[in-house]
């Protein structure tokens, strides 16, 4: 951490002095001997002590309503709610196994194969969220923790969010990179599918909530073919004032005629939903991880689908951990948290982790001991990376973060 040179700071010590007085160790110290010149200033000090101490002894229900009021003052400060927010390391959880007694992974519609080993998904938990609040008292301790991060508020929630907001955007970015991870994973195997729009989620307690379900394909509105997000929300526009938007949708295999409520918000109708674009694939995948959000699991969501789908364990059974981002052409991009994510993994005893390259600047010297640690850029860099861990049970000929840092003529921490 850098540091900023600040005004020279004058203390008292009483090794300051060497015994008697007659001399000092050390020169420009700014100490004063004050056994051998007493000063104006002392004998006042002494004064008001000895003022203090008399007014304590004579009135003594004062001077204990005094420290009882002043350790209350203190208890409230340090209380007091903080506009900050707390990240520090969450669970590891393998994608092909379960989570909260649910499998997470499920694909119907396609041959599937055995397969061993852990690819597990890193999460984060955020203190200081909506509707949550975090004590000076957590911020100062998390300061002195490596393994957790202070940000403001506003770095990582916008200003007025509520939770039930929050809720549906992480909601939305899981979903949308779900359907991303499964698409780029059937890219790699050759396996068409076809883009659709779909209901990536719906905001608790909005006209919609009860009639659309996340997940609900989007056919037509108001009686023509959506074919876009933007198209959709236009057709959506124009329902009068007052009236249902009429909807017809795919829900897993049924196709179901919908009239949605809507509520006037700054002259337009509202549903309280979004729309997002996702994907009909030739098979039914589903992946479920309960109320985790966020977009940053796709890579690991695409290797798990591969693996699912091809002959053979691709960890070679080995616990390969990791996170990242998976854009539609198969980028792996940099996510927050990476260091959070490291200290979790390596609490949930995963061998190896695979980070961003773009992440490397936050990942050097913060690997957790014990860990390996492997720099991909797209979702081929990652299927190889797991399938040389799986051949040899280490990464030696893997670039690691101090190898991007290199290329990039960054410097390393």
């Keep these: 951490m850098a540091t900023s040179s600040g005004p020279w700071v004058f203390q008292r010590t009483e090794r300051g002095w060497m015994e008697g007085g007659s001399g000092r160790l050390g020169h420009n110290v700014g100490v004063i001997d004050e056994q051998s010149h007493p000063t104006r200033a002392r004998r006042a000090r002494t004064a008001i002590r000895r003022t203090v101490d008399d007014a304590q002894l004579a009135r003594p229900g004062l001077a204990l309503g005094s420290?009882?009021?002043l350790c209350l003052m203190i208890l409230g400060g340090s209380l007091m709610p903080v506009p900050y927010v707390i990240e520090r390391p969450g669970p590891a959880?393998?994608?092909?196994g379960e989570y909260e007694d649910e499998k997470i992974l499920v694909i119907d519609g396609a041959e599937t194969h055995p397969t061993d080993g852990e690819l597990m998904m890193t999460t984060v938990s955020v203190d200081g969220g909506p509707g949550y609040r975090v004590t000076p008292v957590e911020v100062v301790s998390s300061w002195f923790d490596r393994s957790q991060a202070v940000l403001p508020r506003e770095a990582v929630f916008p200003a007025g969010q509520t939770r039930e907001e929050t809720v549906l955007t992480n909601s939305v970015a899981m979903s949308t990179s779900q359907q991303g991870a499964v698409a780029v994973a059937l890219d790699e195997l050759g396996i068409e599918y076809e883009p659709v729009v779909m209901v990536g989620g719906v905001e608790q307690g909005a006209p919609a909530d009860g009639v659309l379900e996340g997940g609900d394909v989007i056919l037509s509105v108001n009686g023509s073919g959506a074919e876009t997000v933007d198209g959709v929300r236009e057709l959506a526009r124009t329902t009068a004032e007052g009236e249902d938007v009429q909807m017809q949708v795919r829900r897993g295999e049924e196709v179901?005629?919908?009239?949605?409520?809507?509520?006037?918000?700054?002259?337009?109708?509202?549903?309280?939903?979004?729309p997002s674009a996702g994907y009909d694939f030739p098979m039914d995948v589903q992946i479920s991880v309960g109320e985790i959000g966020g977009p940053s699991a796709g890579m690991m969501f695409s290797l798990s689908v591969y693996d699912e789908l091809t002959p053979g364990a691709l960890t070679g059974g080995r616990r390969i951990a990791g996170t990242g981002t998976m854009s539609a052409d198969g980028d792996v991009g940099p996510i927050g948290g990476i260091r959070q994510k490291m200290a979790g993994a390596h609490e949930s005893d995963a061998e190896f982790f695979l980070a961003p390259s773009e992440n490397c600047d936050e990942v050097v010297d913060y690997e957790p001991e014990g860990l390996d640690v492997v720099a991909v850029t797209d979702f081929e860099d990652a299927v190889a990376a797991s399938e040389a861990i799986a051949d040899s049970g280490d990464t030696e000929g893997l670039p690691t973060c101090e190898d991007i840092m290199t290329q990039t003529g960054e410097e390393t921490r």
Aim: charged letters at 25%; zero cysteines.
């Design 67 to 69: 420290m009882v009021l």
């Design 93 to 96: 959880i393998d994608v092909l």
């Design 256 to 274: 179901l005629d919908l009239e949605v409520p809507t509520e006037q918000v700054d002259g337009a109708p509202r549903m309280g939903i979004v």
